[in-house]
């Protein structure tokens, strides 16, 4: 049995019944996205939950939709959680996005990840002495793939971030800087990961 048991729409009342209904509204169903009905148990992260979703995840804003999309996904991936993972890239599918770029958005993650925990290492080590020795490390799947070089970089802020790797999160900032994304682009494509962290953290935990 899950920790965290959904709440049916049919038992929802008061301001939970209200925000499923805008749920059903943004996703144009019928019915409330599974996820939805577990954060259904806490109203208030239900109610966060949804607004953050709308404005940083859903519609376009300083970031196209697809673009988000593709964030979202490569954060659900990174924060292991199936249900997300699965939605986003639905949802990079139905923006426009092809098999290629969703499989080259996890690959970008993954990627990240594997040089966020040898960047971070150096930071907190302790001694200077690796800092003078070779990554040694491939990572040519960052210039490689159907992602253009920018939605690149914001996968690469979101998941360093993500896994606290300061040196990887100050380093892509300033590369996509270079690439022509505003600051304010930046911090919405770190709003929408974070979103989308806690949406995918909160169902991982539920299911223990």
Known sequence: MSLIQPLPEADAVD???????????????????EPFLTYGSVPA????FYMNFKKFVWI???????TKAIIALAV???????????????????????????????????TCGMYNIFFKF????????????????????????TLND???????IAVSDMNGCKPC???????ARQLGLNDEQILEAVQCAATIAAGANFLNSAAL
């Open 15 to 33: 301001k939970t019944a209200q925000t499923y209904g805008r749920i059903k509204e943004m996703f144009d169903s019928d019915t409330v996205p």
């Open 45 to 48: 992260f239900l109610q966060d």
């Open 60 to 66: 376009a804003g300083k970031l196209d939709e697809k």
């Open 76 to 110: 659900s991936s990174a924060c292991k959680n199936p249900e997300w993972t699965r939605r986003m890239s639905e949802r990079m599918r139905s923006l426009g996005g092809t098999e290629q770029e969703v499989a080259d958005t996890l690959a970008v993650a993954a």
């Open 122 to 145: 150096r930071d907190i080590s302790g001694s200077d002495i690796f800092n003078g020795m070779s990554v040694g490390l491939r990572a040519h799947t960052f210039a490689n793939t």
């Open 150 to 156: 920018q939605t690149v970089e914001l996968i690469n």
């Open 169 to 175: 999160t100050s380093g892509h900032v300033e590369k």
